[in-house]
């Protein structure tokens, strides 16, 4: 009989023995044990949230910020506002719209936040104010075009709107009643862009100004045919700067114009300096109202491969000065110190990302934070600052700055992460073939032995000007997810920050200009070599795959190495030459490459993996969304077409109405089931 079913008297010697026998096993006793952690899977998709966007309240007491979650029956992502003190106590959803709301933004006396939100019917977003002393939302603005984004006045009377004006949105019947679209008329030489579709040359982003009292609407120029955004008021709120492009065919240059203008209606904007357009557009004012502060790129035919450079300009007029010309490293989100000595700002280095700070008249870059979380947002108010920042085994969440610390606020995916068993993440470095250092991360199953050799997967960021870091993200291009999901069953993951990535300083990251699939792809091959040498993967047991440029390198290194067993090209291409006029990125082809007609040699150079189909023996499985611009199903479709062909084990996956990024949440479980199911058939199935 089981000593469990021990009967009368036997039963308190049974217990003594028992509490003997779990007493002897010491400090680790089951008594102190901590739950079994258990898998990341594919379901966890739905209970993740993606936290972003803080702003602090001007007096620093709160912070608004927005979180999105799956909406499980409707099969599509939900934003709220939401809202945590400075001292964390009281973490409050204030919003729940029937759709999404989205762009918190507070008054300047505090009383009011206001939001985007598309509630009524009409399809359009509409700004919304939020009394902070209770009671519902209320809409503000009833306006006819695409609202993309506001600021405040700093008196709070009045807003400026950056907003969509077109008399006609391509596709739509000029009847309501009619069936039948009317045409699309295309005449920009841009003339598609992603999610957004076809660009006409009616359709401009201009500045509104919204008086909140009256409700009045009044375009702040008169131009009409050219694109404004970025607007910021100026300290005394007189004034606004914004970025235009005034050339005559302002999609080719690739360079912007900042422009400062009167805060009235009809006022004609004074053009300040033209500036090499960067990755990321930002005007700030210095607290006095002299001084802009400005984001500048190099110069266009590396479009590309930009790493942003601060710089100051004076509001009135002169030479600008470049404040991190000798810092060799992608800086955004760069604001004033209140006394207005120095700007703060993020600084991307090296598979992190940490606050910095400059003084105004240039020089030595001093670190505010220590880079042990990857600070991906981060806004002031109040004399407080708050960063959203993740790091390997934790995902976005809000934190308070202070004193060089990260001070948690949020917990929204504590609960979920509580639960896994993460993969253990590690620094690794190594020789390229020509001598190269080359960085990245690895990182190992949960299960992990020393001694034992694993499957290996090589999972390539896109870009190619982004970095793999040390964050775990819940977001529309899961990259850190999709590694520990893969290393959750029993992977080890390369993610290798390949020349052409950011993070490492501007001949890093424009070393493959117009040489694309020659050192990124001997980057790739030595990463998969270091992992070997140390006795980690397996030889034969190694995959490769990844999404946009991710997709591309895909097909260049399959193209190169018949070693894999396994690929996977997300949203790629190959055929590079047929992505001229149907893609959104001419004007970068055309200054990096050069014209089809003029420079044929080198689009057929860039196309090997095309051209060389017939070298290819992996296994691959090619994958987009249907309604994708950025980089077109077309060439996804022509790589299976060529392997289908040529008799290598293939199939072409097409995601009905996506775009370049997935949105539909059972599509993105779907695709992690599928990548799984993919390489386990070729590198783990029975041979």
């Not at 199903?633 to 109405?657: D, F, H, K, N």
């Not at 996506?658 to 599509?667: C, E, I, K, N």
């Given at each position: 009989m089981p000593a469990h079913r021990s009967q009368g008297k036997d039963r308190p010697l049974y217990i003594l023995f028992l509490i003997s026998a779990l007493l002897s096993l010491g400090a680790g006793s089951l008594f102190a044990q901590a739950p079994v952690k258990r898998l990341l899977t594919a379901d966890d998709v739905y209970r993740m949230k993606e936290v972003r966007d803080p702003q602090v309240s001007p007096d620093g007491q709160w912070i608004a910020y927005t979180v999105t979650s799956v909406d499980h029956e409707a099969d599509k992502l939900r934003t709220a506002i939401w809202m945590v003190n400075w001292d964390g106590t009281q973490d409050l959803q204030i919003t729940n719209g029937p759709d999404s709301d989205a762009s918190p933004c507070w008054s300047p006396d505090g009383k009011y936040l206001a939001f985007l939100s598309v509630r009524p019917a009409e399809g359009k977003s509409q700004i919304w104010l939020l009394d902070r002393r209770g009671g519902e939302a209320s809409q503000l603005t009833n306006v006819k075009g695409e609202i993309g984004s506001y600021e405040w006045s700093p008196d709070g009377k009045r807003l400026v709107l950056v907003m969509r004006d077109s008399e006609e949105e391509p596709g739509e019947a000029r009847d309501p009643k009619a069936k039948v679209p009317k045409p699309i008329v295309i005449d920009r030489y841009r003339f598609k862009r992603d999610v957004e579709g076809y660009l006409t040359g009616s359709a401009h982003d201009r500045l509104y100004l919204f008086d909140v009292e009256s409700k009045k609407l009044e375009a702040l120029t008169g131009e009409k045919n050219f694109d404004e955004t970025d607007p910021a008021w100026s300290p005394d709120g007189s004034q606004l700067s914004f970025f235009s492009n005034h050339a005559k065919e302002p999609d080719q240059t690739g360079t912007t114009d900042i422009f400062i203008v009167e805060a009235r209606a009809g006022a004609a904007p004074r053009k300040l300096l033209t500036i090499c357009r960067p990755n990321e557009q930002r005007l700030v004012w210095s607290p006095n109202g002299r001084m802009l502060a400005f984001l500048q790129g190099l110069e266009a035919k590396f479009n590309f491969y930009n790493v942003d450079r601060l710089a100051v300009v004076p509001a009135a007029g002169g030479e600008p000065q470049t404040l991190t010309a000798k810092f060799d490293r992608q800086v955004s989100q760069a604001e004033f110190m209140p006394d207005g000595s120095a700007l703060t700002f993020l600084v991307e280095d090296d598979r992190r990302t940490y606050l910095g700070k400059v003084a105004v008249g240039g020089g030595n870059v001093e670190p505010l934070s220590d880079g042990s979380a990857v600070l991906s947002k981060r806004v002031s108010g109040g004399g407080h600052t708050a960063v959203a920042a993740a790091t390997d085994s934790s995902a976005t969440e809000i934190y308070a700055f202070e004193n060089g610390k990260l001070r948690k606020l949020t917990a929204h995916n504590d609960a979920l992460l509580a639960e896994l068993g993460l993969g253990a993440v590690e620094d690794i470095s190594y020789r390229s073939k020509d001598g190269t250092e080359i960085h990245g991360l690895m990182v190992k199953p949960p299960s992990y032995e020393a001694g034992k050799k694993f499957p290996t997967l090589v999972w390539i960021h896109g870009g190619p000007n982004m970095q793999d870091d040390h964050a775990l993200l819940f977001d529309l291009y899961p990259l850190q997810l999709e590694r520990q999901f893969f290393a959750a069953h029993g992977y080890i993951v390369l993610a290798i920050n390949y020349r052409g990535s950011s993070g490492r300083g501007a001949e890093f990251t424009r070393s493959i200009l117009a040489d694309w699939g020659n050192r990124e792809v001997a980057d790739v091959l030595g990463g998969v070599d270091c992992a070997v040498r140390m006795g980690i993967a397996d030889p034969e047991r190694l995959g490769l795959g990844g999404w946009s440029y991710g997709g591309i390198l895909t097909d260049y290194t399959i193209a190169t190495d018949t070693r894999f067993k396994a690929a996977i090209s997300g949203a790629g291409s190959a055929l590079q030459l047929s992505m001229y006029g149907s893609d959104q990125y001419v004007r970068q082809y055309e200054q990096e490459i050069g014209l089809p007609w003029k420079a044929k040699d080198a689009w057929l150079?860039?196309?090997?993996?095309?051209?060389?189909?017939?070298?290819?023996?992996?296994?691959?499985?090619?994958?987009?969304?249907?309604?994708?611009?950025?980089?077109?199903?077309?060439?996804?479709?022509?790589?299976?077409?060529?392997?289908?062909?040529?008799?290598?084990?293939?199939?072409?996956?097409?995601?009905?109405?996506?775009?370049?990024?997935?949105?539909?949440?059972?599509?993105?479980?779907?695709?992690?089931?599928?990548?799984?199911?993919?390489?386990?058939?070729?590198?783990?199935?029975?041979?």
């Open positions: 150079r860039i196309s090997y993996p095309f051209f060389r189909a017939d070298r290819i023996k992996t296994p691959t499985l090619f994958i987009g969304g249907e309604k994708d611009f950025n980089v077109p199903i077309i060439g996804s479709e022509q790589m299976y077409q060529a392997l289908r062909t040529l008799g290598v084990p293939t199939q072409l996956v097409i995601y009905p109405g996506q775009y370049h990024l997935l949105t539909r949440p059972s599509y993105i479980h779907e695709r992690l089931e599928r990548y799984l199911a993919w390489f386990d058939k070729y590198l783990k199935s029975s041979k």
